[in-house]
């Protein structure tokens, strides 16, 4: 079993930004393929960012791009998601999944494990 956490979510004012990291303690992280993902309050989940296990594929949800980065430091064991100009309807909250895989997923599905989330919270 891995058990993916995440950690660096908070309250933030509008326009501020946030580091959020995955790590999956007692398992090497520099194995799986890691996506984030966030869940709205009364809305489905919904994809973020994926990167493949070494880094060389990542990919975006089209409506984050520009302000979401997703980077991966595997002699860390660590995966990151730097939020840019954060608003409002980021507020969600934010999980990490892993995949033993060879690039980057984009479907819920296609994880193994995943992390138990993160609160974001913006103000206006």
């Known amino acids: 079993q891995v058990h993916p956490v995440e950690s660096g979510g908070g309250l933030v004012q509008a326009g501020g930004s946030l580091s959020l990291s995955c790590a999956t303690p007692?398992?090497?992280?520099?194995?799986?393929?890691v996506g984030w993902f966030r869940q709205a309050p009364g809305k489905e989940r919904e994809f973020v960012a994926a990167i493949s296990w070494n880094g060389g594929m990542i990919y975006y949800e089209d409506s984050v791009k520009g302000r979401f980065t997703i980077s991966r430091d595997n002699a860390k064991n660590l995966v990151y998601l730097q939020i840019n100009s954060l608003k409002p309807e980021d507020t969600a909250v934010y999980y990490c999944a892993v995949k033993d895989g060879n690039r980057f997923y984009i479907k819920s599905a296609e994880y193994d494990y995943w992390g138990q989330g993160t609160q974001v919270t913006i103000s206006s």
């Open positions: 007692g398992r090497t992280l520099s194995m799986y393929a």
